[in-house]
C-alpha cells in the first residue's frame, strides 16, 4: 500500500515555477528523514532536498536557491516548491521517507523506507 502519494507535476516553461507536493499517509515518528529526489533519463537518481528532525535542510548545489523543501503539518504534506526551472530539471521527482521511534539526533538520511509514485516534471525551453 503506497503511504506517500504525489500530487503537482507536469509541463511548464523554463523561468516558470512550479510546486509538488506529497501526502504521508504514514506516521512520522520522532526522528524523520524527508526528502525530494529526481531521476532524469539516463541519469542517476539525486536527491535534490532533505529535511530532517534535527531540524535541518540542505539541497543539491543545482538546485540550492531556486527550490524550497518544506513540511506542512496541517495538511500532512511534504511540499517542494520549485521556481527558475530549467530544461535540466526535467526528471520525474519522488518524495522519500523514514522516521524512527525515539530521538536520533544527527539520524542518518541514507536509506528510506517510504517512497512515492513520482510526478514527472519536464521543462520546456
Known amino acids: 500500500q503506497l503511504r506517500l502519494r504525489e500530487s503537482g507535476g507536469g509541463p511548464v516553461q523554463a523561468g516558470g515555477a512550479m510546486k509538488v507536493s506529497c501526502e504521508m499517509i504514514w506516521h512520522i515518528y520522532e526522528t524523520f528523514c524527508l526528502a525530494w529526489f529526481r531521476q532524469a533519463p539516463g541519469k542517476e537518481r539525486e536527491r535534490v532536498a532533505l529535511l530532517t528532525s534535527d531540524p535541518e535542510i540542505t539541497y543539491a548545489a543545482p538546485v540550492k536557491g531556486r527550490f524550497t523543501i518544506a513540511r506542512d503539518n496541517a495538511r500532512n504534506t511534504l511540499d517542494l516548491q520549485m521556481n527558475s526551472l530549467q530544461p535540466e530539471d526535467t526528471a520525474m521527482y519522488y518524495c522519500?521517507?523514514?522516521?524512527?521511534?525515539?530521538?536520533?539526533?544527527?539520524?542518518?538520511?541514507?536509506?528510506?523506507?517510504?517512497w512515492g509514485q513520482g510526478p514527472q516534471v519536464t521543462v520546456s525551453s
Open positions: 522519500a521517507a523514514r522516521s524512527w521511534a525515539g530521538w536520533v539526533p544527527s539520524a542518518p538520511c541514507i536509506e528510506y523506507t517510504e
